[in-house]
């Protein structure tokens, strides 16, 4: 008994303690009723988790219709690749539920934006062949799109790039020698036999029933194939002349298009007043979209064409004028302005909006152009001073490029390395300014096969770029399979294993003051103190280590930034190397260096700096995967549930010593309760893991699988990176020879702009000597004249 009532009061003293700091005497007063409703919570807690572990992990319908929705917001977002995977997902595991069905027509539209339209395609064909309502609503669409697909449209900026025929003077020149200049629409990946059964596809479709976007394409893909009168038609349809093109609507954007190349047939059909009407019509619309405001500049664009080549020099001016400064075809249309006032000999307006395109595009392809071209236009002002300056100042800037250029020729074998290594640095971001003095890249960018050398480069580091990213987030994911406690890895079944650890605390709660009820007011001495002890482990599992995670991740930070100042080393030693080189070049005359030398060393610095960023891509890869171990690692809470274990059994041992003489039925029921709540706590616990387990089961054969097929792409990649390298650098040892070729040619160019001078001065002199010779003449015989009447009087 002398124990017992020590034991009592340890509890007592135990209470000051659960209550802290200024706790009242009758806090010890424990309310049944309380405890009750306490195990009633937690209760609640335990079946969730129950539920959410035995719940079927086949997704249901309202589920799979909000997948669907999230990828549709990814593609409306441009995240094509991410709405991709969503869509994906639905036609490959879940192709018999609706939303399967019309993930189809979905993932087609997202491998389109991706440049993927052969198996677009089929997609689109696959959704045709498809009878279910849920696939029939995307019929019309997937018609409309398997017309975009079989005549393409146009990239991005395709409108304002320049061509093989961009100016005039390009365009006679290639005419001369028998080059068809005329610009023809792009075969797509539908053969004329596919194209011939989508055209009855679309014919099919009553014709008030068409949807705007298959009347557009439909429109389109007749106006591409010469049958303009019935492009008019269907297009109309659309858009009748009679309706406001601005008239609000869902089909706003797709009557915009519309009128836009109906218009183009009218025109194509030699309707030309029609076609004006047309294209003005368009011009009054003040659409809110960016690509639709560009539609209404290219109106602007095609009234100017149209009256330069009526000779409605004003109108046409006019025209372009309302392109203003922000939109992208202000260069363009600043150099037909040029043209248009230099048809009607309106010389200093032509010069000014030709300067004015400088200063707007210094870069642009065809600056050599406009250069020679205002070295004409003095000509024609007989401004012969003016002229003779710019040939001559062309002619010295090109040669000195070109000279400058052949110089690194010297040694092609020596030059073609020196690009691998320059290439090899950093593909993903090379550009033909990294190995082209600036000058020059203009004119290379005039080049196709170097803008495609470059493309190459820049498409082998993007890849390999993605691999490394795609390497890295498959290293994350191991990490995550490998952790102990699975069911942390899904948000919900997250929840769940968060509201059983606070089960656990409600319990012991729960539990302590029961026994708190039982001691009364009795001292337990030391197994107070015991308890006590253990209780302080279930509060600080780690001890004095509590902070162990802590410090791991910040020494991981360190890691990283040292990693980072060491990539930002590697880029100063580049930089330095860069500039080296720069100076090099620009004083290689006043220089005694061997230039092959020059270049071996050069490209060995540059192989050294690729293989440093390299060594600190891994070391980052390596951190990132120990951040990664770290964050499905968590010792705080594995100590914790060891501490939880032994603490319980010694309150259990303490309320059977508490207990020997009895105890109230209330007290016993609620210690049964929360002790039958501990059990099934702990197998909600498992069979969470168990959950877990199952969902990870295809992902584990997964990554098993996706890891192989990296390991494989990336030593095809590596193999492929090194030809991509030797392919490039050959190919811009030939662009070098290609720019010096053409650089030679504006050098003669120029010269020839000279001789042009030359000649006009000669004939303006000669026009001068036989209108003096006309006017001396003149007088002679006025005074011949003047004698012979003189003589006359006098006789």
Known sequence: MRRTAAAAGAIATLVLVFAGAGAHAKDRDVKLGDLATQLREAEQNVVAAERAAAKDPKPKEVELARRLVAGQLLLAEGDAEGAAIKFLDLVENHPGSQAGAQAVYFLGDALVHMDMPRWAAELFSQNLGDARPDAKRFHQRSVARLFDLAIPRRESGFARKPGVAATPEVRARLQAVGVDVRAVPPRGVLDDGNVARLAKWAA???????????????GRWLYLTGRHAEAIAELDALSPLDIPISKGGPDASWRVRASYVAASAALAKGELEDAVDRFARITKVRPGEPRDRQIVELAWMALGRVHHDADATDDAVRAYRHIGRDSPFFAEAMYETAWTLLRAERFDQSVQALDLLLIYDPDSTIVPEIKQLRGKIRVQQRDYKGAEAEFLGLRREFDRLATQLGRKLSAKGDATEYFAAVIGEDMEHFSLAAVLPIGAVAVARSLPRAVQAESLAQEVGALERELADTRALLARMEEAVRAKDKARLFNDLAAHAAGLDNVDDDLLAVEEALIRRLAGDRDLGGAERKRVALRDKVDRPLGERTDHQRRAVARLQRLA??????????????????????????????????????????????????????????????????????????????????????????????????????????????????????????????????????????????????????????????????????????????????????????????EVGLLDVAWAMKEAETDEIHRLEVERDRELREIDRAVEMGLEDVE
């Open 204 to 218: 099919s479709f009553p014709a008030d029933a068409r949807e705007a976007e298959l009347r557009y394409a439909y």
């Open 561 to 750: 930034e040292q990693a980072h100042k060491l990539d930002l080393f590697v880029s100063s030693m580049r930089a330095e190397l860069v500039a080296t080189e720069r100076y090099y070049e620009e004083t290689r005359k006043e220089q005694k260096i061997d230039h092959q030398g020059f270049l071996k060393e050069a490209a060995a610095r540059r192989d050294e700096l690729a293989l440093h960023e390299a060594q600190v891509a891994a070391l980052r890869e390596r951190i990132a995967s120990a951040q990664a171990a770290l964050r499905y690692e968590d010792p705080l809470r594995e100590a914790k549930s060891k501490a939880v274990v032994g603490y319980r059994q010694y309150l259990g041992g303490m309320y059977a010593g508490l207990t020997k003489g009895g105890v109230s039925a209330e007290v016993g029921a609620l210690w049964q309760r929360a002790q039958s709540l501990h059990g099934r706590a702990e197998k909600a616990r498992v069979e969470l893991d168990r959950t877990a387990g199952k969902r990870l089961e295809g992902a584990v054969t997964v990554l098993t699988q996706e890891r192989a097929n990296l390991d494989a792409y990336l030593a095809e990649l590596t193999g492929t990176k090194t030809n991509a390298k030797v392919l490039v650098a050959d190919v811009l040892a030939a662009s070098y020879a290609d720019v010096v070729t053409e650089l030679s040619s504006l050098v003669l160019r120029s």
